[in-house]
């Protein structure tokens, strides 16, 4: 055990005084909170005290004491499993929005929608996920926009709506 302390205190110190260990863990936790704050907590921070008001931050989920109490028995994770579905599907529409317009700068259109985590992977290399493996086409070249057009409407329509 005194050789695992080794990297925190030089070897000149003597281990035999009281109360060593706890002066050894008490100069880690001094360190650990002198080191500079992490981006994700500065995230959680900003995001935090946003100023959202809190019938927002519950997902625009009305909290279980403010209704009386049905009649029938329910279980306690349905809210949790409602607010897990709006949470995605707030995420996707994002996620869609960004992609598309980032994409659209590379030169591609997105023509199917797909998981939001599906299109963060077409923001990395758009020429290899153009077709997945089941020979699905999601995005096409904006060049290729009038080729496809005749094929079908959807694509028509969406190729209109980008002004093509």
Same mark, same amino acid.
């Given at each position: 055990?005194?050789?695992?302390?080794?990297?925190?205190?030089?070897?000149?110190?003597?281990?035999?005084?009281?109360?060593?260990?706890?002066?050894?863990?008490?100069?880690?936790?001094?360190?650990?909170?002198?080191?500079?704050?992490?981006?994700?907590?500065?995230?959680?921070?900003?995001?935090?005290?946003?100023?959202? +008001?809190?019938?927002?931050?519950?997902?625009?989920?009305? +909290?279980?004491?403010?209704?009386?109490?049905?009649?029938?028995?329910?279980?306690?994770?349905?809210? /949790?499993?409602?607010?897990?579905?709006?949470?995605?599907?707030?995420?996707?529409?994002?996620?869609?929005?960004?992609?598309?317009? /980032?994409?659209?700068?590379?030169?591609? /259109? /997105?023509?199917?929608?797909?998981?939001?985590?599906?299109?963060?992977?077409?923001?990395?290399? +758009?020429?290899?996920?153009?077709?997945?493996?089941?020979?699905?086409?999601?995005?096409?070249?904006?060049?290729?926009?009038?080729?496809?057009?005749?094929?079908?409407?959807?694509?028509?329509?969406?190729?209109?709506?980008?002004?093509?």
């Amino acid at each position: 055990m005194k050789q695992s302390w080794g990297f925190l205190i030089p070897k000149y110190y003597n281990y035999g005084f009281e109360n060593f260990y706890a002066t050894v863990i008490q100069r880690a936790y001094r360190n650990y909170k002198k080191r500079p704050e992490s981006l994700a907590k500065r995230i959680w921070e900003a995001v935090r005290n946003d100023g959202t +008001p809190d019938r927002k931050k519950l997902l625009g989920i009305t +909290p279980r004491d403010t209704y009386p109490a049905p009649s029938w028995p329910t279980r306690d994770d349905e809210w /949790i499993i409602e607010k897990k579905w709006q949470l995605s599907v707030r995420l996707a529409k994002v996620t869609h929005d960004i992609v598309f317009k /980032i994409l659209y700068q590379r030169g591609y /259109i /997105i023509i199917r929608g797909s998981d939001w985590t599906n299109q963060l992977k077409w923001l990395q290399n +758009p020429e290899y996920y153009r077709i997945d493996k089941d020979n699905i086409e999601y995005l096409i070249r904006v060049t290729e926009c009038e080729k496809y057009k005749d094929n079908s409407w959807s694509i028509k329509s969406i190729c209109e709506r980008v002004g093509l």
